[in-house]
């Protein structure tokens, strides 16, 4: 593993997460250190810091997560501190029963470093009276206010567009998929370009995964946002459109493994695999119709396509010959299966 892997992100925060984290510390600083006199405010910049998160709801688990951790780290820390003084030792005392109290509480990780990590800034500060510990969970709570209230007033980030994004790259994909398999049938393929094929749509399985992990991110982004109801419908109808698309992977990866396993240069001649390839046109068709018809606030747009369904045409079949009958049959089963959920709506023809 790369050392730069470790520590650099796949790609940059949005820059106006930077800027509203610069400007909720910077308020926070402020306003708690005109509120409450005393030592510079630490814990009120560092909560509104680490309260902007990319999400509102992510920012409200935060800013509780941070205040419970002070107010306990706080406590242990003057409880120690009013019973053993100052002493160097005593810092690594109140790091182990930090650790422990979280430990025995079972609270979030996060939690347990925040109260080990405030027990280390109330001792290393100096004071440990109770007027100071009050002060400090006062300037902790008014940090995770500042940092929530930056966060609704500079536009909630709504993550549906990336998420509709990626299921489009799964449908055109799939489109895609079922034409080169179209192709493959209606002319002779090397070995290693039936291999190609296999290997290609094998990368439907990732994309599929990646676009839901993009919908339960934009899922989490609505969550306590203001702006959630413009975008809730638009996200549960590219969450089913998914959902539809799911099977017709599954059915698409096993007609190419059928053709992977069995190919014969004979299949291009057979009248049969002519008539089923026209159906994986038409059915790559359907699933761009699909796409069309979700409903979109983003600016991607999916492959134009016509809008009538295509996927409608009774197929007529010859018997194969006896080289090709295991590749026909499979391939005309899992075809019936695409066929017979278009049919039922719950696939790739969408709305009716």
Not at 154 to 176: I, K, S
Not at 216 to 231: I, K, Q
Not at 300 to 315: D, E, R, Y
């Amino acid at each position: 593993m790369r050392l730069t892997s470790a520590i650099r992100a796949p790609r940059r925060a949005p820059l106006l997460q930077v800027a509203k984290s610069a400007i909720a510390t910077v308020a926070a600083w402020l306003i708690a250190g005109w509120l409450i006199q005393g030592p510079p405010p630490v814990f009120a910049a560092i909560a509104a810091l680490l309260v902007v998160q990319p999400s509102l709801n992510q920012s409200f688990a935060k800013a509780i997560e941070r205040s419970v951790g002070v107010i306990v780290g706080v406590a242990i820390a003057s409880g120690l501190g009013m019973v053993f003084g100052d002493a160097t030792w005593v810092v690594l005392v109140a790091i182990i029963v930090a650790l422990v109290v979280a430990w025995t509480a079972r609270v979030t990780a996060g939690t347990a470093n925040q109260v080990a990590i405030s027990a280390v800034l109330v001792l290393a500060l100096g004071a440990t009276t109770p007027d100071y510990a009050v002060d400090r969970i006062l300037e902790t709570i008014i940090g995770a206010i500042i940092g929530m209230v930056v966060h609704i007033v500079m536009v909630p980030p709504v993550a549906v567009t990336p998420a509709h994004e990626a299921v489009d790259r799964v449908g055109e994909e799939l489109a895609r998929s079922l034409e080169r398999l179209a192709d493959a049938l209606t002319a002779q393929q090397t070995r290693p370009q039936i291999e190609e094929l296999m290997l290609t749509v094998r990368l439907l399985r990732p994309m599929v995964a990646d676009a839901d992990e993009a919908i339960a991110t934009a899922r989490d982004s609505l969550s306590l946002n203001p702006r959630a109801r413009r975008y809730r419908r638009e996200l549960d109808e590219i969450e089913q459109l998914l959902a539809r698309f799911g099977p017709v992977v599954t059915q698409t990866i096993g007609m190419t493994r059928a053709v992977y396993d069995h190919y014969d240069a004979s299949l291009a001649t057979e009248p049969a695999v002519l008539a089923i390839a026209d159906q994986l046109r038409r059915a790559a068709h359907d699933i761009r119709l699909d796409l069309r018809r979700a409903p979109r606030s983003g600016d991607a747009q999916p492959t134009a396509t016509t809008t009538i369904p295509a996927l409608t045409a009774p197929l007529q079949l010859t018997a194969p010959s006896a080289t090709n009958w295991i590749v026909v049959g499979s391939l005309m089963e899992d075809l019936r299966r695409i066929h017979d959920q278009a049919q039922r709506g719950e696939s790739v023809t969408g709305r009716r």
